[in-house]
C-alpha cells in the first residue's frame, strides 16, 4: 500500500483564523478523499479531491469553508477556513490504491485539530 | 439515504474472549464493505469484501459478507489487549469510489 504523510500531526488554532492540512503520498494515486472526525463521531467525506479540477463536496460541506487543491497525482491540501469550536475534529486523506480494488482506501496519520 | 449499522457500539472482554461485531448496509449502488481498526487517529485496513460467503482471514481476525441479508461480520478470537480499539465498517459505493461508514464499535480487552 501507499505511503501517506500529513501536516501537521495536531494544531491548535484561535477561532477565525485558517488552517491548511497536506497530504502527501509516496506513490500516484488516482482518487484521494478528505474525512472529518468531530469527537466521539465516525468518519464523514468532506470531498472528493480531483487533479485538475474543482473538488466534489458532499451535501453539508462547500468550498468556501473546506477549499480543497489537488495540484498532482501525489499531493493535495485541505484548507479550513475561517474556524470555530465546532471545527475541532480530526481530519484524514484517504487514498485509493491504484494497483488495487476499487473501493480499497487508505489513510493517512490524520491531523488533529483542535479550535479555541 | 445510504446508510451503515454497527452493533454493539462498545463492548467490554476478557482476554481470551471471541468476539463477533456486526455491520449491516444498505443496498443502494453497493460495491464492496470494509473493515478497519482505529486505534489513535489512522484507520488501518483490514479486509475488503466483495463476494457473498467467502470468508476472509487474517491471523485471529476473519470477516464474512451475507449480501442477501445485507450485512457482515468481523470476528477476533483469543482477543488481546492490543485488540482494543475503535472498528469501523464501511460501505463502498460503485460510481464514486466514495465510503460511507458506520458509527464504529468500540471494543476494550481486559487483562
Known amino acids: 500500500s501507499a505511503v501517506i504523510s500529513q501536516k501537521p500531526s495536531r494544531d491548535i488554532c484561535q477561532r477565525g483564523t485558517s488552517l491548511t492540512i497536506q497530504c502527501q503520498v509516496d506513490?500516484?494515486?488516482?482518487?484521494m478523499f478528505w474525512y472529518r472526525q468531530q469527537p466521539g463521531q465516525s468518519l464523514t467525506l468532506i470531498a472528493t479531491?480531483?487533479?485538475?479540477?474543482?473538488?466534489?463536496?458532499e451535501s453539508g460541506f462547500v468550498i468556501d469553508k473546506f477549499p480543497i487543491s489537488r495540484p498532482n497525482l501525489t499531493f493535495s491540501t485541505l484548507t479550513v477556513s475561517n474556524m470555530s469550536p465546532e471545527d475541532s475534529s480530526i481530519y484524514l486523506c484517504?487514498?485509493?490504491?491504484?494497483?488495487?480494488?476499487?473501493?480499497?482506501?487508505?489513510f493517512g496519520p490524520g491531523t488533529r485539530l483542535t479550535v479555541l | 439515504e445510504d446508510k451503515v449499522v454497527q452493533s454493539p457500539l462498545s463492548l467490554v472482554v476478557h482476554e481470551g474472549d471471541t468476539v463477533t461485531l456486526n455491520c449491516s448496509y444498505e443496498?443502494?449502488?453497493?460495491?464492496?464493505l470494509l473493515w478497519y481498526k482505529q486505534e489513535k487517529k489512522a484507520p488501518t485496513f483490514l479486509f475488503m469484501l466483495?463476494?457473498?460467503?467467502i470468508e476472509k482471514k487474517s491471523g485471529r481476525l476473519s470477516s464474512i459478507l451475507d449480501k442477501k441479508e445485507l450485512f457482515s461480520i468481523l470476528n477476533i478470537t483469543a482477543t488481546q489487549t492490543g485488540d482494543s480499539a475503535v472498528y469501523l465498517c464501511?460501505?463502498?459505493?460503485?460510481?464514486?469510489?466514495?465510503?460511507?461508514f458506520g458509527q464504529g464499535t468500540t471494543l476494550q480487552v481486559k487483562p
Open positions: 484517504s487514498v485509493h490504491n491504484l494497483a488495487g480494488p476499487y473501493n480499497e482506501q487508505f
Open positions: 506513490s500516484q494515486v488516482t482518487m
Open positions: 479531491a480531483n487533479q485538475g479540477s474543482e473538488a466534489t463536496y
Open positions: 443496498v443502494t449502488n453497493f460495491r464492496s
Open positions: 466483495t463476494s457473498s460467503g
Open positions: 464501511a460501505r463502498g459505493s460503485g460510481n464514486t469510489g466514495k465510503l460511507i
